[in-house]
């Protein structure tokens, strides 16, 4: 165990390989989620009703709500188009990256108060706050954010991605007609 917290009246500890556990009593520790693979868990802390652990090697911070986290393993690769997705339905979120769900599906609370949206940026980094040195900002290209309230099907997201990666198919077009 590298790090401990109380949230939501329980005690979670994080420790090698990303994984979290809660202390549920007596000996036992349930797994709750691994914060991506071949990171250990750093930090884990309490901020606004979340909380939140922080990785080494990737220097991720991921927000586990419930204790569950959702994520994405999937490697991006420099120089190509990426389409990522999420969905929330008031009790699961899930993760889609070129329109297939990810490996790791969360039940979470995300709770009911204002927030800034940030796309692009982070609120609390490895610098603990919002330093506008950079560090804190995704390095490439986000083209097209949509946020709707309707939770979309996986079949929908698979389709997006196919629309917005190869257009020509999902289209012909024929010879022009005389009225």
């Known amino acids: 165990v590298t790090s401990l917290a109380v949230y939501d009246g329980k005690l979670y500890g994080g420790g090698s390989s990303g994984y979290v556990y809660r202390y549920d009593g ?3 520790w349930t797994d709750v ?3 991506g693979s071949n990171s250990n868990v750093i930090s884990l802390a309490v901020y606004d009703g979340k909380l939140y652990g922080g990785t080494e090697i990737s220097g991720h911070v991921y927000s586990i709500g419930s204790g569950v986290a959702a994520y994405s393993n999937t490697a991006l690769e420099t120089g190509n188009y ?3 997705a999420g969905t929330y ?15 790791k599906t969360g039940s979470i609370t995300i709770a009911t108060k204002t927030f800034n949206l940030f796309i692009g940026g982070s609120l609390g980094s ?3 706050g919002f330093s506008n040195s950079g560090e804190d900002y995704f390095k ?20 997006e991605y196919a629309n917005q990666n190869d257009p020509a198919s999902f289209y012909t077009i024929g010879q022009e007609e005389e009225i």
């Open 33 to 35: 989620g691994q914060l």
């Open 82 to 84: 990426a389409h990522i």
């Open 26 to 28: 007596g000996t036992t």
């Open 89 to 103: 339905d008031g009790t699961t979120a899930k993760i889609y990256v070129n329109g297939e769900k990810t490996e």
């Open 126 to 128: 490895s610098k603990s």
């Open 140 to 159: 490439g290209v986000i083209d097209s954010v949509r946020i709707s309230n309707t939770v979309r099907s996986p079949e929908w997201i698979a389709t």
